[in-house]
């Protein structure tokens, strides 16, 4: 790979990360907006308040920078990067065409898990270094709920990776076949669920449960650093997102000509993004101890059966 291509890939996936977030913080706005019964942002801009996230960055940008006098400062500032960055990272290594994707190695699965399970960390971080008795509450339950849903989602993955054949994100969606969306549906299920909690979206946001914990770990952060965290949540959606639409919906394939399996990609990926906006939207959040035994009764028990029944069939060579 020369330099110039390295550069241009890097470029790409830059400007798809503050491009594609923006996107999918607009369309939640106006999905909960319908859902709802009432108006989302509808001004800023002209048509339907489509620069409203760009206004809330500007807004983002004006505020005071707080650091809280008993803060651990190196922590308390890193934590915004720590969350967001990963996030980078794992979208360079999702293949959305036929040998297009940033970041191409053999082993991209295991580089897009270890790079989602350390944004999970800044939250950790953040609660930590506050010195806040909320946010430090908030920062545990996110180090317990980044424990029990890492092993469904590596679970999940380590099924669809071995009925490929292959630790590498493109070489899953090339092997995909239709037949997938039946005999891999609970690990899609499980991997699906486990990352709206790994992204502490609604309904498993107690880490930063506004009504019991003001706004959990990112309660002492104002300004920019704030602003990270929010960007943080939608990369993460953009993420998860387009790596279910590549490994469990077949990513670039469709009724597109070849040339246009980017464009599907994308448009599964988006379709999955409405999915988690919905439920945010449809279920109340749940209790803390509910949250544990969704995990560790139901999600790990059925992506350990769905790995059983993966070995099977690819020993019987379905």
Do not use: C
């Not at 890492?150 to 380590?158: F, S």
């Not at 991997?191 to 309904?203: D, H, K, M, S």
């Not at 498993?204 to 952060?221: C, I, K, S």
Request: no cysteine.
């Amino acid at each position: 790979m020369t330099w110039p291509e390295i550069v241009l890939r890097a470029v790409t996936v830059l400007a798809a990360f503050l491009v594609l977030p923006l996107l999918i913080g607009q369309t939640e706005h106006k999905l909960m907006a319908h859902m709802q019964g009432r108006l989302g942002p509808m001004y800023a801009g002209g048509f339907h308040g489509w620069a409203q996230l760009v206004a809330d960055g500007v807004k983002f940008a004006q505020k005071e920078d707080i650091l809280p006098y008993a803060a651990d400062r190196r922590v308390f500032r890193l934590a915004p990067a720590v969350a967001l960055v990963p996030y980078l990272v794992a979208l360079a290594t999702v293949p959305i065409h036929p040998g297009v994707a940033a970041i191409d190695v053999p082993a991209s699965l295991l580089l897009f898990l270890a790079a989602t399970s350390v944004g999970a960390l800044g939250t950790l971080m953040a609660g930590w270094s506050s010195g806040n008795k909320y946010s430090l509450l908030g920062g545990l339950r996110a180090a317990a709920q980044l424990i029990s849903y890492e092993l469904p989602i590596v679970l999940a993955t380590a099924s669809i990776a071995l009925a490929a054949g292959s630790l590498s994100l493109a070489a899953i969606t090339q092997a995909w076949r239709p037949l997938w969306l039946l005999w891999q549906l609970p690990g899609a299920l499980v991997f699906l669920v486990a990352a709206v909690a790994e992204l502490q979206r609604p309904p498993f946001d107690m880490p930063v449960a506004d009504a019991e914990l003001v706004m959990g770990a990112w309660t002492e952060y104002s300004g920019l650093r704030f602003a990270l965290f929010l960007l943080a949540e939608y990369a993460g959606i953009v993420v998860m997102s387009l790596v279910f639409a590549a490994m469990w919906l077949g990513g670039w394939h469709g009724p597109l000509p070849d040339t246009l399996g980017w464009l599907w990609t994308l448009l599964k990926g988006f379709a999955v993004a409405v999915v988690i906006i919905w439920v945010r939207v449809a279920w109340p959040r749940l209790r803390e101890d509910h949250l544990q035994r969704l995990a560790w009764l139901w999600l790990v028990p059925l992506g350990l059966a769905q790995l059983f029944l993966t070995g099977i069939g690819v020993v019987m060579g379905w």
